[in-house]
């Protein structure tokens, strides 16, 4: 029997729920709402007695200090009414605890049809909202079509016994599972199945396909086991594993590039092999630390003589466009899932994320799917519950702002791990299934979310249909596997183990069987949701929560008991075997059987035409501008843009203590609210050695040149290392690329070769500076067509394609914690020094974003100039010669030195004439030079702000010699901001107060909009 619990804050306590609903819909829509108050509901479908559920009530579900609940209606006066639930099929991750709570409170297991969802009633008082405008706040606010249902009620309207009533979203497929043949005459046949099931094969693969099914040994094997034509299993495996997202095809493919400038032509065979692959283990062969790379779930490396620390990095783009919240909380799980399928298994020790959306402020004519504020707001938060209630601490991340992600969002994800070095004698890395381990999945169960990202195209909808667009983590599941696999790995219990992402099961025992040599997989014994999935359903959901994991029969039964002991589901769904093949069968019948040779066949590569257009052919130039009348008003408004301003309202909800091993903290100053450079962790609370990671992303400088982007991008992430004390000897990359479409087409991307051409220069920087740098590749991931629409009050479609972007994830040991820096200034009369060379290098600057300017000049790096530099600054920390140590980013020395003097709550006074400047590419300082606002908002690589006591000044300056250093300032006991310029004149002189204050509150940084 189903009935409905409605739980609700006292009525003398004060909603803060109710209250920031009220704020939203006053920031989102500029309507007032006097009051909202927040009923939370549990709709039970069990058989418990009236005594079970009044115990269940009053026990688990009702704080009796705070709360009042009932059974039925506790609904009180109000205007309106939303009522706001998922959609059948959508991961209910509170209604899955809540049976589980119950089940502990009785000292029983619910049955299995017995269920709990939850919901919520908004009820909003006061206010003059008319239906159409409470449509609007359930639509674009509350609720999201794509996973959850809505109904609104006005007060007059509304059943004082009844309330919402019981709704039940249950799942029906009432249905029985079927594989089908599809008979292929012509690749025509094969296209129109493609198109009709959501394949996505590309035209080149169809021949392939078809002729592997057309030779005599394969129509002979297939007869003998009672196939005939392809079956919808064997396609769907098939265009699975040749996707570009799991196979990389166009990262692999052949590049005819062109330079439109000077005709020059190259061709480019495959871009990972030259780029990242070849000089990743060039650098390999030269650095002992680096233990795995290039073909696990993550990259491997060495951290101290006892563990190895593990990191990856990918996106998830378009789910998060779809649905921020489950997109955004899905793919941090799923990183996480990365990181425990490594070798074989870690412990999850960070996770780290990025994100760039539309301006938050759009007002445009064009709508996009979900508006920046709100994609943000979800995004934000399934990162969160991602993070903190899976207890990994989120210590690092980005957030960049601009009118090209208005199309689609990138939201990168990444992980850090830690394990020992040796598993029972064994090294960890190493992991190989044999023939006769038993294949087990462990984790949730399989249903229709995450198949193709939607539901069947030939099904018949209704109200219990299930949602598949989009899935929804469940941290609290993933947690307790978490720890049971950990368990299960140091009793020496797994031969393998790996994640179920992209692809399911189709990837995960596709992809594992090759290493042993084949797999047989009952379906049938898959667990599931709920019944009715078809055979290939089963075999590509990619449903959350679940790994893939090779035992040996005689640790089956261990496996299976920790399984249990530690609440998850582990089932063996077939076995690995050594046949060649890849067999599937449902109910004792064969559904696919395809030789593994098929997945490695010669398919053709992908080709492109690649023509660059260099900055001058596109007309960019340097705008004119005159020089600032009000310097201090100028820093004012830099510090207060949407990409410079405080992100503490999100940094603030990410838990990064959890764990106990934060050593530079997210935060740091007298405050703790300005952000450092990077992360320093410490993974083995035995050891003395920190893991320092940090992340940078520069989108704008793509617009100039990606080459340039790149570097620039790699330069920060390693500077940031350098700033808080990490080894620039032991810095390991993860790069993650998110590109529009670069297939050229006419009509639909007549500038895909030219996009082409910033993927091939992108990658040739991506090779050339961590060559220079020794970097190797430890993992990464390419998330190509960051391309979406935008739709007007017409029905009218525009295309948008994101700036192409790449966000550089950097890691390095630091040898001893007590070592490290920080950005934050430390006592008045410490010298100010800038180390590097300051260029008239404004390009794609936000200094020039301020006043709608791109600009020609972009940052450019020469990496034999700065790593001597660098190299001074990691020996000056090490020796404890340096107070503070920030580097100089994004807004340029003027912001940075400021947020160095706001963290430190001190002032500080800057000479640009002392600032070492490079003029028209010279190194050396002669000539008129760049301007003092150019000095001031440059963003050229490779530069520092330290400051250092007067006493080790003499040690420093030594230590320094030779270098672009010269001491530019000094800080002062007053807090304030003081620069003169170079004709000795004061440009501005600011309170460090105010200029902080319009960093956290002038463009809404606080408030978190």
Avoid at 75 to 83: E, L, N, P, S, T
Avoid at 262 to 268: A, D, K, L, P, S
Wanted: hydrophobic share 35%; net charge negative.
């Amino acid at each position: 029997m189903a009935t409905r619990l409605e739980i609700s804050l006292k009525e003398h306590l004060f909603d803060a729920e109710g209250a920031g609903l009220c704020r939203k819909i006053k920031d989102y829509f500029g309507w007032d709402v006097q009051r909202a108050r927040v009923i939370h509901i549990l709709t039970l479908d069990t058989g418990l007695t009236g005594v079970e559920l009044e115990a269940v009530r009053k026990e688990i579900f009702t704080n009796p200090v705070t709360q009042v609940s009932v059974y039925g209606t506790s609904a009180v006066r109000f205007d309106w009414a939303i009522w706001v639930g998922y959609r059948p099929g959508v991961r209910d991750t509170a209604g899955s605890v809540a049976v589980e709570a119950i089940s502990d409170l009785l000292g029983r297991k619910l049955g299995a049809e017995e269920s709990a969802y939850t919901s919520r009633l908004y009820l909003l008082s006061g206010t003059r909202l008319g239906k159409t405008e409470v449509e609007t706040v359930a639509r674009e606010l509350l609720a999201n079509d794509i996973v959850q249902q809505w109904r609104i009620y006005r007060y007059d309207e509304w059943d004082p016994a009844g309330g919402v009533g019981i709704i039940l979203p249950r799942v029906v497929l009432p249905h029985t599972p079927e594989t089908r043949e599809m008979p292929i005459e012509s690749p025509e046949d094969l296209m129109r199945l493609s198109d009709e099931r959501n394949l996505a094969l590309n035209p080149l693969d169809v021949p392939v396909i078809l002729d592997y099914f057309a030779r005599p040994e394969v129509v002979r094997a297939r007869r003998e086991m009672g196939l005939g034509a392809p079956t919808d299993v064997e396609l769907e495996a098939i265009s699975q594993a040749r996707s570009d997202h799991c196979n990389h095809n166009t990262f692999r493919g052949k590049f005819h590039y062109r330079d439109l400038a000077t005709g020059e032509r190259t061709v480019v065979d495959n871009l990972f092999k030259t780029c990242i692959e070849a000089p990743t283990l060039a650098i390999q062969a030269e650095k002992d630390w680096v233990v795995s790379v290039l073909w696990d779930n993550a990259g491997v490396a060495r951290f101290d003589d006892n563990n190895n620390y593990v990191i990856t990095g990918e996106t998830h783009n378009s789910p998060s466009n779809m649905e921020a919240y489950g997109g955004a909380l899905t793919g941090i799980v799923g990183i996480y899932r990365d990181i425990m399928g490594t070798g074989k298994g870690a412990r999850l020790t960070a996770g780290l994320y990025g994100y760039c959306v539309g301006p938050k402020d759009y007002r445009g004519p064009l709508r996009p799917h979900l508006h920046p504020r709100r994609l943000l707001d979800g995004i934000v938060e399934g990162v969160k519950d991602g993070g903190n209630k899976h207890g990994v601490p989120t210590p690092f991340g980005n957030l960049f702002f601009h009118p090209s992600f208005l199309g689609k969002c990138l939201v990168f994800v990444a992980a850090l791990g830690i394990m020992p070095r040796l598993v029972r004698g064994e090294p960890s890395d190493l992991k190989r299934p044999d023939p006769g381990d038993f294949i087990i999945m462990s984790g949730g169960r399989v249903g229709k979310d995450g198949i193709h990202g939607v539901t069947a195209s030939s099904e018949i909808y209704s109200e219990s249909t299930p949602a598949g667009h989009v899935q929804i983590g469940d941290p609290y599941t993933q947690k307790k596997m978490h720890d049971f696999l950990l368990e299960a790995r140091d009793e020496g219990l797994i031969s393998f183990i790996t994640d179920n992402g992209g692809g399911g099961l189709s990837s995960s025992v596709g992809e594992s069987a090759r290493f042993c040599g084949g797999a047989r997989v009952e379906l049938d014994k898959v667990p599931l949701k709920y019944e009715g999935l078809d055979q290939w359903e089963i075999w590509v959901s990619e449903s959350q929560e679940r790994m893939t994991v090779a035992v040996n029969p005689r640790h089956l039964d261990r496996f299976m008991e920790l399984s249990r002991r530690h609440e998850v589901e582990s089932t063996a769904i077939g076995t690995y075997g050594s046949d060649g093949r890849l067999h599937l069968t449902y109910r004792g019948k064969t559904c696919a059987c395809l030789d593994l040779s098929l997945f490695t066949e010669a398919f053709p590569q992908w080709e492109f035409e690649a023509d660059w257009q260099p900055p001058d052919n596109r007309g960019l130039h340097e705008p004119v501008l005159a020089e600032p009348a009000d310097y201090g008003r100028l820093l004012h408004d830099v510090l207060a843009r949407p990409n410079v301003c405080s992100r503490e309202w999100i940094q603030r909800q990410y838990d990064h203590e959890v764990q106990g091993g934060s050593v530079i903290k997210l935060m740091t100053g007298v405050d703790r609210d300005v952000p450092n450079d990077a992360a320093v962790l410490r993974p083995a609370l035995e050891s003395r050695r920190g893991l320092a990671v940090s992340q940078s992303i520069n989108p704008t400088y793509s617009a100039i040149d990606t080459y340039h982007m790149v570097a620039a991008t790699i330069d920060e992430a390693v500077r940031r290392l350098v700033a808080v004390g990490g080894r620039l000897e032991e810095i390991g990359g993860v790069d993650n690329f998110c590109w529009p479409s670069v297939q050229y087409d006419p009509v639909s991307n007549p500038d895909g070769r030219y996009k082409a051409a910033q993927l091939v220069r992108a990658n040739w920087a991506l090779r050339d500076i961590c060559l220079a740098f020794g970097i190797p590749l430890l993992s990464g991931k390419d998330s190509m067509y960051v391309d979406g629409h935008l739709g007007g009050a017409y029905g009218e479609r525009h295309k948008i394609s994101g700036l192409p972007t790449m966000q550089f994830t950097a890691t390095t040991v630091v040898p001893d914690i007590s070592d490290c820096q920080t950005m934050d200034v430390k006592t008045a009369g410490d010298l100010v020094y800038v180390l590097g060379w300051t260029h008239d290098e404004l390009g794609g600057s936000e200094y020039y974003d301020c006043f709608g300017y791109l600009g020609r000049n972009v940052p450019e790096l020469d990496p034999e100039s700065v790593l001597p530099v660098y190299r001074v600054v990691e020996k000056a920390i090490r020796e404890g010669l340096v107070a503070s140590c920030h580097g100089i980013y994004r807004g340029g020395l003027g912001v940075h030195a400021a947020m160095a003097a706001m963290a430190g709550g001190l002032g500080m006074r800057l000479d640009l004439e002392k600032v070492p400047v490079a003029h028209a590419g010279a190194q050396a300082k002669s000539g008129p030079g760049p301007r003092d606002d150019h000095i001031l908002f440059s963003e050229s690589c490779g530069r520092f702000i330290l400051t250092v006591s007067p006493a080790m000044r003499g040690a420093f300056e030594a230590m320094a010699g030779g270098l672009p250093c010269a001491p530019v300032g000094e800080v002062l006991a007053e807090p304030v901001f003081v620069v003169a310029g170079r004709s000795g004149n004061v440009l501005l002189e600011e309170p460090v107060g105010e200029l902080k204050h319009s960093w956290k509150f002038g463009a809404g940084g606080e408030r978190g909009e």
